[in-house]
């Protein structure tokens, strides 16, 4: 009998299109570019030494697992450590001691990317992932928030409250909006950075900056910012028209705390967002929901992190329910 070759349809994709993980990695380093250097000028020599120990820690925890422990193809090259150590870095104050994003890292490393099997395989996002850990572990250093120092680069820190916490705590003390939008930065001071808060986060426009160069390089498309951003804009400007004394409008939400790096950086992350266009929809409006009712109603005074570490559970559900029909399959 004559064997017969049968035709075999495996899972998309099917046609290359000349990307890698590794060109796409650096790809994501390149747009952290701006974010860094206004990071390094604001906060100085320790925002330098933090980013440069955690992205050395994540690389070396990754490659003692796979060499001692999953002893697989190593991967550091790839750029994903990389990464994760420099998002891990832009998540915390430019004052937590080293031995801390040390630990952060291993955990990042260790726990949320390499105990599932390494990349493509973990559910949740490793840096934020070890930036949560030292957040409930470390809540004293993890709330000290340097103010920025603007080119002096081995001066001493001071620290004070970000914006978001200058808020939260007026409210607590019965302050009106007037009262505390006196004491917050104007609207230039949070596109440029001139603000306290992690290393990562304080310049609005750097961080628009990395995202359009994104977009313009395919590596994220517009769907998971943009959902995000939007309903975070839709749910604080109906509470700030409810009560203006209490709830901030939408432009300093946007503007402040965690919520453009995470939106930009953190959300988009391939391996832990959906798969398609009305899944990643579906998966940004959650986040926004999310972010907009911890900061408001919960007792941080940021909630990004927490939002999307939550949606990222959601994902395989999220891809089960919106799935692409295959080819030939009946609607």
Known sequence: MNSVKKFTVSPSPHIHSGESVQKIMYGV????????????????????????????????????????????????????AVITGVLLAFNVPSSLPLWMIVVGSLVAIGVAKMSFGGLGKNP???????????????????????????????????????????????????????EIMAEFPNISDLLLGF????????SAIAIIIGGIYMLYKKIITWHIPVSILATIALFSAVLHLVDMNVYISPLYHILTGGVLLGAVFMATDMVTSPMTNKGMLLY?????????????????PEGISFAILIMNACVPLINKSFRPKMFGEKK
């Open 195 to 202: 603000i306290g808060g992690s290393i990562g986060e304080i």
């Open 124 to 178: 949740f996002n490793p840096a934020l992932v070890g930036r949560v850990f030292l957040l409930m572990s470390f809540p004293a250093h993890m709330t000290q928030w340097p103010k920025p120092m603007m080119g002096k680069f081995f001066a001493d820190a001071v620290t004070g409250p970000t914006p978001l916490a200058v808020i939260k705590e007026g409210i607590a003390k019965g302050n009106s909006m007037t």
């Open 29 to 80: 380093l390149y747009a952290l570019i701006p974010a860094f250097l206004v990071s390094v000028y604001a906060f100085g020599f320790d925002a330098l030494l933090i980013t440069f120990t955690a992205v050395v820690s994540c690389v070396l925890f990754e490659w003692l697992i796979q060499r001692y422990v999953l002893r697989g193809k190593n991967t550091i090259l790839d750029g994903s």
């Open 284 to 300: 940004g409006f959650g986040i926004g929901v999310i972010t907009i009712a911890i900061r408001t109603f919960g007792a941080y």
